[in-house]
């Protein structure tokens, strides 16, 4: 706190600072002027910023002011020294895979991921600005995801990273993990310090792994059916199993194809069947019948090849959203 002695003339006050900081760059320490007579103080050099004046590291600052005391009282006014903390909060994007249906209807393996992506999170004040879940195999690269593309353009909008509860989460694939290394940067929850290179190891790791229960997988089933050829009767119920389940897939497989096939076709068919039907209702008919007439006369027919009749005509109106 200084004080000056009443007086018209102008002075010119120099207030000098002496600082040592042990803060890391992220911090700044501001000078304040506190002005309890603000009318009295007309020049500040150097001029300060909205939170003061901002000086760095170890050095002596000085600031002069130049004063006008008041003629009744004398001006009082204080020079006080304050830490701001910069934001270095990190935007996230929480990235969440399971690889079957069953794991993602049960919530048990999504809500794991979660948990730890939260803990991460709160333990290293990062800001989780979006998640995106994925239930698909992990042989894929997360770019060819229908929500892991979502995730990435987010982080791209952003300029925020990727977290992942675990590195197995993005894939097995240590090519598909370097290629991603290269456009986006990524965290992961149960290793959130872990640097590229260590990354790269752990990748490598998790490919063998799964090299590993490959592997495993082959001469597990080798070995089971050698039992069921030596006439081992639960053996070959287990291989008898597996053969059902896995037509039932490709069956179940098969179906969600075809079924996709035929909408397509559907689709192209109404779309390529509208305007025909449009210039039918332009010519003001008003009755199912005679729509079906005018199409019929077109030598138009129905998606199965039949000609129209009114029944058919209303369920193609019905699927185009067309009214009389």
Request: overall charge positive.
């Amino acid at each position: 706190m200084l004080s000056l002695i009443a007086s018209r003339t102008p002075i010119i006050v120099f207030v000098q600072i002496r600082m040592k900081f042990d803060d890391p760059p992220s911090k700044s320490t501001n000078i304040g002027i506190s002005q309890p007579i603000s009318s009295g103080i007309r020049n500040i050099s150097p001029k300060p910023t909205k939170s003061g004046f901002v000086i760095w590291q170890e050095r002596i600052f000085s600031i002069a002011l130049t004063v006008v005391p008041p003629i009744d009282n004398s001006l009082s006014f204080s020079v006080n020294c304050f830490h701001t903390q910069r934001s270095t909060t990190m935007k996230v994007v929480a990235y969440i895979r399971v690889s079957t249906r069953g794991q993602g209807d049960s919530g048990l393996g999504l809500d794991a991921q979660r948990d730890y992506i939260t803990r991460a999170a709160s333990q290293n004040g990062w800001e989780i600005v979006g998640e995106f879940v994925d239930v698909v195999s992990g042989k894929l690269a997360i770019e060819d995801r229908p929500e892991g593309a979502k995730a990435l353009a987010m982080c791209k909008e952003q300029n925020a990273q990727l977290v992942v509860a675990k590195l197995d989460r993005l894939s097995r694939d240590v090519h598909h993990i370097a290629g991603l290394m290269k456009t986006t940067k990524f965290k992961v929850a149960t290793m959130p310090q872990a640097q590229t290179f260590e990354l790269h190891l752990y990748a490598a790791l998790a490919q063998q792994e799964r090299e590993f229960i490959s592997g495993r997988t082959r001469e597990a089933l080798a070995a089971l059916q050698s039992r069921a050829d030596a006439g081992d009767a639960v053996a070959v119920q287990k291989v008898k199993n597996r053969s059902d389940a896995l037509a039932k897939g490709r069956a179940v497989a098969d179906i969600t194809a075809a079924n996709a096939i035929r909408m397509d076709k559907i689709a192209s068919y109404q779309a390529a069947i509208e305007p025909h039907l449009k210039s039918c209702l332009h010519d003001k008919i008003k009755t199912l019948q005679s729509v079906a007439d005018c199409l019929n006369a077109k030598s138009l027919r129905t998606a199965r090849g039949s000609e129209f009749t009114p029944t058919a005509v209303r369920r193609l109106m019905l699927a185009l959203n067309v009214a009389f």
